[in-house]
Nanobody
Framework: VQLVESGGGLAQAGGSLRLSCAAS????????IGWWRQAPGKEREGVSC????????AYADSVKGRFTISSDNPKNTVYLQMNSLKPEDTAVYYC???????????????????WGQGTQVTVSS
Protein backbone atom coordinates (compact mmCIF):
# COMPACT_ATOMS: atom_id res chain seq x y z
CA VAL A 1 0.00 0.00 0.00
CA GLN A 2 1.31 3.39 -0.93
CA LEU A 3 -0.15 6.84 -0.47
CA VAL A 4 1.76 9.76 -1.96
CA GLU A 5 0.74 13.34 -1.21
CA SER A 6 1.60 16.37 -3.29
CA GLY A 7 0.49 19.95 -3.70
CA GLY A 8 1.48 21.52 -0.41
CA GLY A 9 3.30 24.79 -0.22
CA LEU A 10 2.99 28.39 0.84
CA ALA A 11 -0.17 30.44 0.46
CA GLN A 12 -1.40 33.76 1.75
CA ALA A 13 -4.44 34.02 3.98
CA GLY A 14 -7.53 33.91 1.80
CA GLY A 15 -5.71 31.97 -0.88
CA SER A 16 -6.09 28.42 -2.15
CA LEU A 17 -4.12 25.22 -2.50
CA ARG A 18 -5.03 21.79 -3.84
CA LEU A 19 -3.57 18.66 -2.34
CA SER A 20 -3.43 15.33 -4.15
CA CYS A 21 -3.16 11.82 -2.75
CA ALA A 22 -2.19 9.12 -5.22
CA ALA A 23 -3.00 5.62 -3.96
CA SER A 24 -1.66 2.26 -5.05
CA UNK A 25 -1.42 -1.30 -3.83
CA UNK A 26 -5.04 -1.81 -2.82
CA UNK A 27 -8.52 -1.87 -4.33
CA UNK A 28 -9.36 1.80 -4.35
CA UNK A 29 -13.13 1.34 -4.34
CA UNK A 30 -12.99 -0.65 -1.09
CA UNK A 31 -11.50 2.17 0.92
CA UNK A 32 -12.19 5.45 2.61
CA ILE A 33 -9.49 8.04 2.05
CA GLY A 34 -9.00 10.89 4.43
CA TRP A 35 -6.88 13.94 5.04
CA TRP A 36 -5.44 14.61 8.46
CA ARG A 37 -3.26 17.47 9.61
CA GLN A 38 -0.86 18.10 12.44
CA ALA A 39 0.27 21.52 13.49
CA PRO A 40 3.35 22.02 15.70
CA GLY A 41 2.56 21.14 19.28
CA LYS A 42 -0.91 19.84 18.44
CA GLU A 43 -2.46 16.43 17.98
CA ARG A 44 -3.13 15.07 14.53
CA GLU A 45 -6.75 15.69 13.51
CA GLY A 46 -8.99 14.38 10.77
CA VAL A 47 -9.91 17.18 8.36
CA SER A 48 -11.89 15.57 5.58
CA CYS A 49 -12.57 12.16 4.07
CA UNK A 50 -14.40 10.43 1.28
CA UNK A 51 -15.70 6.88 0.97
CA UNK A 52 -14.66 5.91 -2.52
CA UNK A 53 -17.46 3.50 -3.37
CA UNK A 54 -20.28 6.01 -2.89
CA UNK A 55 -18.37 9.30 -2.88
CA UNK A 56 -19.70 10.32 0.52
CA UNK A 57 -17.68 13.27 1.87
CA ALA A 58 -17.21 14.36 5.45
CA TYR A 59 -15.56 17.43 6.94
CA ALA A 60 -14.37 18.64 10.28
CA ASP A 61 -16.25 21.72 11.48
CA SER A 62 -13.09 23.80 11.20
CA VAL A 63 -12.97 23.40 7.41
CA LYS A 64 -16.63 23.08 6.39
CA GLY A 65 -17.50 25.48 3.60
CA ARG A 66 -13.83 26.11 2.78
CA PHE A 67 -12.39 22.69 1.84
CA THR A 68 -13.76 20.27 -0.74
CA ILE A 69 -12.72 16.65 -1.10
CA SER A 70 -13.11 14.72 -4.34
CA SER A 71 -11.82 11.60 -6.01
CA ASP A 72 -10.77 10.60 -9.51
CA ASN A 73 -11.36 6.88 -9.34
CA PRO A 74 -9.70 5.88 -12.65
CA LYS A 75 -6.56 7.66 -11.41
CA ASN A 76 -6.81 6.27 -7.83
CA THR A 77 -6.38 9.82 -6.61
CA VAL A 78 -8.11 11.93 -3.97
CA TYR A 79 -7.94 15.71 -3.96
CA LEU A 80 -8.44 18.27 -1.24
CA GLN A 81 -9.26 21.72 -2.56
CA MET A 82 -8.54 24.24 0.16
CA ASN A 83 -10.01 27.72 -0.27
CA SER A 84 -10.16 30.75 2.02
CA LEU A 85 -7.08 29.51 3.80
CA LYS A 86 -6.31 30.79 7.28
CA PRO A 87 -3.01 30.89 9.17
CA GLU A 88 -4.44 28.27 11.53
CA ASP A 89 -4.61 25.84 8.59
CA THR A 90 -0.82 25.71 8.69
CA ALA A 91 0.18 22.10 9.32
CA VAL A 92 1.62 18.97 7.80
CA TYR A 93 -1.21 17.33 5.88
CA TYR A 94 -1.35 13.55 5.67
CA CYS A 95 -3.36 11.29 3.44
CA UNK A 96 -4.68 8.15 5.14
CA UNK A 97 -6.74 5.14 4.11
CA UNK A 98 -8.92 2.57 5.79
CA UNK A 99 -11.33 -0.11 4.65
CA UNK A 100 -14.68 1.43 3.82
CA UNK A 101 -16.44 -1.39 5.69
CA UNK A 102 -14.96 -0.05 8.95
CA UNK A 103 -14.97 3.66 8.21
CA UNK A 104 -18.32 4.51 6.66
CA UNK A 105 -20.18 7.80 6.73
CA UNK A 106 -18.71 10.52 8.93
CA UNK A 107 -16.59 7.90 10.65
CA UNK A 108 -14.31 7.96 7.62
CA UNK A 109 -12.65 10.93 9.35
CA UNK A 110 -10.93 8.30 11.51
CA UNK A 111 -9.65 6.17 8.59
CA UNK A 112 -6.00 5.62 9.47
CA UNK A 113 -4.81 2.14 8.60
CA UNK A 114 -2.31 3.41 6.03
CA TRP A 115 -0.51 6.74 5.88
CA GLY A 116 1.30 8.88 3.41
CA GLN A 117 4.49 10.77 4.21
CA GLY A 118 2.81 14.15 4.58
CA THR A 119 3.05 17.48 2.82
CA GLN A 120 3.62 20.87 4.43
CA VAL A 121 1.01 23.61 4.08
CA THR A 122 1.95 27.05 5.34
CA VAL A 123 -0.49 29.96 5.31
CA SER A 124 0.90 33.41 5.94
CA SER A 125 -1.17 36.25 7.36
Amino acid sequence: VQLVESGGGLAQAGGSLRLSCAASGFIFDDYAIGWWRQAPGKEREGVSCITIGDGYPAYADSVKGRFTISSDNPKNTVYLQMNSLKPEDTAVYYCAAGLRAYYSGDYCLYASDYWGQGTQVTVSS
